[in-house]
């Protein structure tokens, strides 16, 4: 699987970028909040709450500094989704860390493959989101506000995989 992607890059900016938007929200930036965005960050596939108290824990342990528990990452989650740093995937409800943080696209979908659960946020430009925006207003007199959504399918990997079985 071709998990190896150029995200590294982006990590200490994201991590930066997070610890601004806690500081300006009001939010306190503590330790294990730190440790769920440094492995968000380098995260290559979505991470469940399980798997992210596992993880930090596991370097918690080895620098024999405190674990947390689950219900402190949920806590923390929570708050992160609220502040759009993370995102949430389904049906596995999964989190990804936001790569679209400084971007100023009014609309941003998740497009996930179901097969390999790779997940990439993309945007999606004004001129193609506004027919839908102005369908959804008209005919359901709906005012879309959060944008952000997901599309399932299969990825270029997954159906190359398909053709040659
Ligand atoms: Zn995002
Ligand atoms: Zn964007
Ligand atoms: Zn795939």
Redesign the pocket.
Known sequence: MDTVKSKTSCTDYYSQKCEQILRDSGAKVTKPRLAVIKLLSTATDCLSPREILEEINLTSRKKSTQVIDQVSVYRILDAFLKLGLVHQVFPTGGYIAC??LN???GL?ILIHCTECHNTE???IPGDIFSPLKWYIEQHKSFVPKNHLFQIDGTCMHCRKHDEIN
Do not use: L, Q
């Open positions: 790569t679209h971007c100023k696209a941003h946020e993309i945007d």
